[in-house]
Protein backbone atom coordinates (compact mmCIF):
# COMPACT_ATOMS: atom_id res chain seq x y z
CA UNK A 1 0.00 0.00 0.00
CA UNK A 2 0.96 3.25 -0.73
CA UNK A 3 2.30 5.65 2.23
CA UNK A 4 -0.16 7.27 4.16
CA UNK A 5 -0.33 11.04 2.62
CA UNK A 6 -0.58 12.40 6.01
CA UNK A 7 2.58 10.58 6.99
CA UNK A 8 4.30 11.98 3.70
CA UNK A 9 3.21 15.34 5.02
CA UNK A 10 5.44 14.50 8.52
CA UNK A 11 8.44 13.05 6.67
CA UNK A 12 8.61 16.14 4.16
CA UNK A 13 8.13 18.33 7.28
CA UNK A 14 10.98 16.52 8.81
CA UNK A 15 12.76 16.34 6.02
CA UNK A 16 12.65 20.53 5.59
CA UNK A 17 13.30 21.01 9.09
CA UNK A 18 17.32 19.51 8.45
CA UNK A 19 19.11 18.89 11.02
CA UNK A 20 22.14 15.38 11.15
CA UNK A 21 20.57 12.35 10.85
CA UNK A 22 20.08 10.51 14.55
CA UNK A 23 23.23 8.35 14.28
CA UNK A 24 25.12 11.40 14.03
CA UNK A 25 24.03 12.95 16.87
CA UNK A 26 25.46 13.40 20.30
CA UNK A 27 22.92 11.09 22.96
CA UNK A 28 22.15 14.34 24.58
CA UNK A 29 20.82 16.34 21.81
CA UNK A 30 19.26 13.16 20.49
CA UNK A 31 17.30 13.28 23.62
CA UNK A 32 16.23 16.60 23.44
CA UNK A 33 14.83 15.97 19.35
CA UNK A 34 12.88 13.30 21.01
CA UNK A 35 11.07 15.31 23.32
CA UNK A 36 10.79 18.23 21.28
CA UNK A 37 8.62 15.30 19.41
CA UNK A 38 6.60 15.02 22.01
CA UNK A 39 2.71 16.32 21.21
CA UNK A 40 1.95 19.75 22.18
CA UNK A 41 -2.17 18.88 23.92
CA UNK A 42 -1.67 17.55 27.53
CA UNK A 43 -3.50 14.60 26.15
CA UNK A 44 -6.19 12.56 28.16
CA UNK A 45 -7.58 13.64 31.41
CA UNK A 46 -7.25 10.85 34.43
CA UNK A 47 -8.34 10.56 37.63
CA UNK A 48 -4.84 11.41 39.16
CA UNK A 49 -1.15 11.23 38.06
CA UNK A 50 1.67 10.46 40.32
CA UNK A 51 5.59 10.41 40.42
CA UNK A 52 7.03 8.13 42.83
CA UNK A 53 10.50 6.23 43.06
CA UNK A 54 10.17 2.35 43.27
CA UNK A 55 13.42 0.02 44.05
CA UNK A 56 15.26 -1.08 41.01
CA UNK A 57 17.22 -3.84 39.11
CA UNK A 58 20.21 -3.20 40.97
CA UNK A 59 20.77 -3.06 44.98
CA UNK A 60 20.37 1.11 45.43
CA UNK A 61 19.19 1.99 42.28
CA UNK A 62 15.41 3.47 42.44
CA UNK A 63 13.20 3.85 39.52
CA UNK A 64 10.81 6.82 38.98
CA UNK A 65 7.67 6.22 37.93
CA UNK A 66 4.63 7.65 36.99
CA UNK A 67 1.69 6.05 37.69
CA UNK A 68 -1.86 7.34 35.88
CA UNK A 69 -5.11 6.33 37.92
CA UNK A 70 -8.24 6.52 36.25
CA UNK A 71 -11.28 8.65 37.44
CA UNK A 72 -14.06 6.10 39.02
CA UNK A 73 -13.82 3.17 41.38
CA UNK A 74 -11.20 0.26 40.88
CA UNK A 75 -9.67 -2.05 41.13
CA UNK A 76 -8.72 -1.46 37.57
CA UNK A 77 -6.61 -4.09 35.56
CA UNK A 78 -2.87 -2.83 35.61
CA UNK A 79 0.01 -1.95 32.87
CA UNK A 80 3.18 -1.67 33.33
CA UNK A 81 4.68 0.18 30.49
CA UNK A 82 7.68 0.91 29.50
CA UNK A 83 8.96 3.43 26.92
CA UNK A 84 10.20 3.47 23.60
CA UNK A 85 13.60 5.02 22.32
CA UNK A 86 15.73 2.47 21.54
CA UNK A 87 17.18 2.36 25.32
CA UNK A 88 18.49 5.73 24.75
CA UNK A 89 16.68 8.09 24.33
CA UNK A 90 12.83 8.60 25.48
CA UNK A 91 11.40 8.88 29.47
CA UNK A 92 8.47 9.97 31.36
CA UNK A 93 7.73 12.72 29.64
CA UNK A 94 7.98 11.60 25.89
CA UNK A 95 5.15 9.44 26.35
CA UNK A 96 2.96 11.05 28.95
CA UNK A 97 0.39 11.88 25.89
CA UNK A 98 0.16 7.68 25.23
CA UNK A 99 -0.02 6.87 28.51
CA UNK A 100 -2.69 9.21 29.37
CA UNK A 101 -4.26 7.94 26.45
CA UNK A 102 -4.27 4.44 27.57
CA UNK A 103 -5.05 4.77 30.89
CA UNK A 104 -8.55 6.50 30.28
CA UNK A 105 -8.95 4.03 26.64
CA UNK A 106 -8.72 0.74 28.48
CA UNK A 107 -9.42 1.66 31.46
CA UNK A 108 -6.37 0.73 33.70
CA UNK A 109 -3.47 2.17 36.73
CA UNK A 110 -0.65 2.53 33.44
CA UNK A 111 2.52 2.43 35.64
CA UNK A 112 5.24 4.28 33.22
CA UNK A 113 8.63 3.29 33.91
CA UNK A 114 11.50 5.28 33.73
CA UNK A 115 14.67 2.65 33.69
CA UNK A 116 17.81 3.31 33.37
CA UNK A 117 19.46 4.22 29.69
CA UNK A 118 22.34 3.39 27.91
CA UNK A 119 24.95 4.55 26.93
CA UNK A 120 25.33 5.29 30.88
CA UNK A 121 23.95 2.21 31.77
CA UNK A 122 23.71 -0.33 29.49
CA UNK A 123 22.02 -4.06 28.84
CA UNK A 124 20.54 -5.98 31.00
CA UNK A 125 20.42 -2.80 33.09
CA UNK A 126 16.96 -1.72 31.43
CA UNK A 127 15.37 -5.21 31.47
CA UNK A 128 16.19 -5.74 34.88
CA UNK A 129 14.47 -2.48 35.83
CA UNK A 130 11.12 -3.17 33.82
CA UNK A 131 11.11 -6.70 35.60
CA UNK A 132 11.87 -5.21 38.89
CA UNK A 133 8.80 -2.50 38.02
CA UNK A 134 6.79 -5.06 37.20
CA UNK A 135 7.23 -7.13 40.16
CA UNK A 136 6.76 -3.76 42.33
CA UNK A 137 2.98 -3.55 40.36
CA UNK A 138 1.90 -6.36 41.10
CA UNK A 139 3.20 -6.80 44.43
CA UNK A 140 1.38 -3.44 45.38
CA UNK A 141 -1.45 -3.71 43.09
CA UNK A 142 -4.04 -3.20 45.91
CA UNK A 143 -2.48 0.08 47.25
CA UNK A 144 -2.45 1.48 43.21
CA UNK A 145 -6.41 -0.10 43.07
CA UNK A 146 -5.67 -2.44 40.44
CA UNK A 147 -6.60 -6.03 40.05
CA UNK A 148 -3.19 -7.96 40.25
CA UNK A 149 -4.75 -10.65 38.27
CA UNK A 150 -5.01 -8.41 35.56
CA UNK A 151 -1.59 -7.53 35.04
CA UNK A 152 -0.01 -6.70 31.63
CA UNK A 153 3.25 -5.59 30.37
CA UNK A 154 2.94 -3.48 27.53
CA UNK A 155 5.76 -0.99 25.47
CA UNK A 156 6.60 0.45 22.16
CA UNK A 157 10.04 0.14 20.19
CA UNK A 158 12.64 -0.61 22.51
CA UNK A 159 9.75 -0.72 25.14
CA UNK A 160 8.02 -3.24 22.98
CA UNK A 161 11.34 -5.48 23.11
CA UNK A 162 11.18 -5.35 27.24
CA UNK A 163 7.84 -5.81 27.39
CA UNK A 164 8.49 -9.38 25.67
CA UNK A 165 11.80 -10.07 27.71
CA UNK A 166 9.86 -9.30 31.15
CA UNK A 167 7.35 -11.68 29.77
CA UNK A 168 10.01 -13.99 29.34
CA UNK A 169 11.80 -13.23 33.05
CA UNK A 170 8.37 -13.49 35.18
CA UNK A 171 8.24 -17.02 33.27
CA UNK A 172 11.60 -17.95 34.33
CA UNK A 173 12.31 -16.54 37.19
CA UNK A 174 8.51 -17.91 39.16
CA UNK A 175 6.34 -14.79 38.06
CA UNK A 176 4.76 -12.13 38.77
CA UNK A 177 1.53 -13.77 36.76
CA UNK A 178 1.68 -11.78 33.38
CA UNK A 179 -2.16 -11.74 32.17
CA UNK A 180 -1.04 -10.10 28.59
CA UNK A 181 1.73 -8.20 27.13
CA UNK A 182 0.82 -5.77 24.60
CA UNK A 183 3.84 -5.66 21.98
CA UNK A 184 3.84 -2.00 19.64
CA UNK A 185 6.37 -2.12 16.82
CA UNK A 186 8.82 -4.54 18.64
CA UNK A 187 12.74 -5.04 18.71
CA UNK A 188 12.31 -8.52 19.03
CA UNK A 189 16.25 -9.88 17.74
CA UNK A 190 19.45 -8.19 17.09
CA UNK A 191 20.07 -8.26 13.39
CA UNK A 192 19.58 -6.22 10.12
CA UNK A 193 18.90 -8.94 7.49
CA UNK A 194 14.95 -8.77 7.40
CA UNK A 195 12.94 -7.30 4.31
CA UNK A 196 11.42 -4.78 6.33
CA UNK A 197 15.16 -3.36 6.76
CA UNK A 198 16.32 -3.55 3.31
CA UNK A 199 13.14 -1.93 1.76
CA UNK A 200 12.60 0.79 4.57
CA UNK A 201 16.48 1.46 5.41
CA UNK A 202 16.31 4.84 4.57
CA UNK A 203 13.39 7.67 4.59
CA UNK A 204 11.37 6.35 7.27
CA UNK A 205 11.60 8.09 10.27
CA UNK A 206 13.52 4.90 12.33
CA UNK A 207 16.17 3.76 9.71
CA UNK A 208 18.19 1.18 9.69
CA UNK A 209 21.43 3.25 10.46
CA UNK A 210 19.35 4.58 13.77
CA UNK A 211 18.75 1.25 14.90
CA UNK A 212 22.22 0.26 14.44
CA UNK A 213 22.93 3.79 16.61
CA UNK A 214 20.85 2.19 18.97
CA UNK A 215 22.41 -1.16 19.59
CA UNK A 216 25.60 0.21 19.59
CA UNK A 217 25.23 2.06 22.12
CA UNK A 218 22.66 -0.40 24.54
CA UNK A 219 25.56 -3.59 23.96
CA UNK A 220 28.76 -4.03 25.47
CA UNK A 221 29.15 -6.67 24.16
CA UNK A 222 27.30 -7.34 20.63
CA UNK A 223 28.42 -10.78 19.64
CA UNK A 224 27.61 -12.53 23.05
CA UNK A 225 24.70 -10.22 24.64
CA UNK A 226 22.84 -10.13 21.22
CA UNK A 227 22.16 -13.23 21.62
CA UNK A 228 20.51 -12.89 25.26
CA UNK A 229 16.77 -13.55 25.43
CA UNK A 230 16.76 -10.67 27.48
CA UNK A 231 17.75 -8.61 24.45
CA UNK A 232 16.70 -11.02 21.49
CA UNK A 233 13.34 -12.17 23.18
CA UNK A 234 13.23 -14.70 19.68
CA UNK A 235 16.65 -16.35 20.86
CA UNK A 236 14.53 -18.18 23.38
CA UNK A 237 15.06 -21.68 24.03
CA UNK A 238 11.26 -21.77 24.24
CA UNK A 239 8.30 -19.17 24.03
CA UNK A 240 5.54 -21.66 25.23
CA UNK A 241 4.11 -21.19 28.88
CA UNK A 242 3.91 -17.26 28.06
CA UNK A 243 1.26 -14.86 28.33
CA UNK A 244 -0.92 -14.16 25.41
CA UNK A 245 0.16 -11.05 23.41
CA UNK A 246 -1.28 -8.31 20.53
CA UNK A 247 1.24 -7.51 18.10
CA UNK A 248 1.36 -4.14 16.37
CA UNK A 249 3.53 -3.92 13.38
CA UNK A 250 3.75 -0.94 10.30
CA UNK A 251 4.17 -1.61 6.70
CA UNK A 252 6.95 1.07 6.27
CA UNK A 253 8.76 0.24 9.60
CA UNK A 254 12.38 -1.52 9.48
CA UNK A 255 11.53 -3.71 12.66
CA UNK A 256 7.75 -4.91 10.98
CA UNK A 257 9.59 -7.95 10.12
CA UNK A 258 10.79 -9.31 13.77
CA UNK A 259 7.71 -8.18 14.95
CA UNK A 260 5.79 -10.24 12.97
CA UNK A 261 8.17 -13.42 13.05
CA UNK A 262 7.95 -13.21 16.85
CA UNK A 263 3.94 -13.22 16.37
CA UNK A 264 4.41 -16.22 14.72
CA UNK A 265 6.75 -18.43 17.30
CA UNK A 266 4.10 -17.43 19.99
CA UNK A 267 1.59 -18.46 17.95
CA UNK A 268 3.91 -21.85 17.53
CA UNK A 269 4.29 -22.19 20.98
CA UNK A 270 1.15 -22.20 21.63
CA UNK A 271 0.78 -18.98 22.90
CA UNK A 272 -2.99 -17.08 21.98
CA UNK A 273 -1.55 -14.11 19.88
CA UNK A 274 -3.30 -12.10 17.80
CA UNK A 275 -1.25 -9.35 15.38
CA UNK A 276 -2.06 -6.43 13.18
CA UNK A 277 0.01 -4.87 10.50
CA UNK A 278 -0.94 -1.33 9.56
CA UNK A 279 -0.66 -0.47 5.91
CA UNK A 280 0.73 2.62 4.62
CA UNK A 281 2.09 3.77 8.16
CA UNK A 282 5.67 3.88 9.85
CA UNK A 283 7.25 3.33 13.37
CA UNK A 284 5.05 3.93 16.39
CA UNK A 285 2.31 6.16 14.01
CA UNK A 286 0.24 5.11 16.81
CA UNK A 287 1.79 7.54 19.09
CA UNK A 288 1.06 10.70 16.77
CA UNK A 289 -2.45 10.61 16.91
CA UNK A 290 -2.44 14.51 17.02
CA UNK A 291 -1.22 14.88 13.46
CA UNK A 292 -2.29 11.25 12.28
CA UNK A 293 -5.68 10.51 11.30
CA UNK A 294 -4.69 6.83 11.35
CA UNK A 295 -2.60 6.99 14.44
CA UNK A 296 -5.85 8.26 16.93
CA UNK A 297 -7.60 5.23 15.51
CA UNK A 298 -5.46 2.76 15.98
CA UNK A 299 -4.91 3.77 19.49
CA UNK A 300 -8.44 3.32 19.80
CA UNK A 301 -7.66 0.02 18.21
CA UNK A 302 -5.10 -0.96 21.10
CA UNK A 303 -6.80 0.68 24.13
CA UNK A 304 -9.70 -1.57 23.05
CA UNK A 305 -7.34 -4.82 22.37
CA UNK A 306 -6.15 -4.32 26.23
CA UNK A 307 -9.59 -3.65 27.25
CA UNK A 308 -11.36 -7.17 26.08
CA UNK A 309 -8.23 -9.14 26.70
CA UNK A 310 -7.70 -7.65 30.88
CA UNK A 311 -11.96 -7.68 30.99
CA UNK A 312 -11.79 -11.56 29.90
CA UNK A 313 -9.52 -12.12 32.19
CA UNK A 314 -10.92 -10.39 35.15
CA UNK A 315 -14.38 -12.02 33.99
CA UNK A 316 -11.67 -15.62 34.76
CA UNK A 317 -11.34 -16.65 30.82
Known amino acids: MALDPQVKA ?41 DRKIPGGDAGVEIPVRIYTPGGDGPFPIVVYFH ?11 HDHWCRSLASGVPAVVVSVDYRLAPETRFPAAAE ?12 AKSLHGDPARLAVAGDSAGGNLSA ?32 YRDNADGYLLTKSGMAWFWHLYLGDPAKEGRDPRASPMRAQSLAGLPPAHVVTAEYDVLRDEGEAYAAKLRQAGVPVTSKRYDGQIH ?34
Open 165 to 196: AVAQMARDRGGPAIAFQLLLCPVTEYGFDTAS
Open 284 to 317: NFFTMAHVLTQGAAAGEEISGVLRRALAARGAGA
Open 84 to 94: GGGWVIGDLET
Open 10 to 50: VLDMLAAAGGPPLEQMEVPAAREMYLAMRPPTAGAEVGRVE
Open 129 to 140: DCFAATRWAAAN
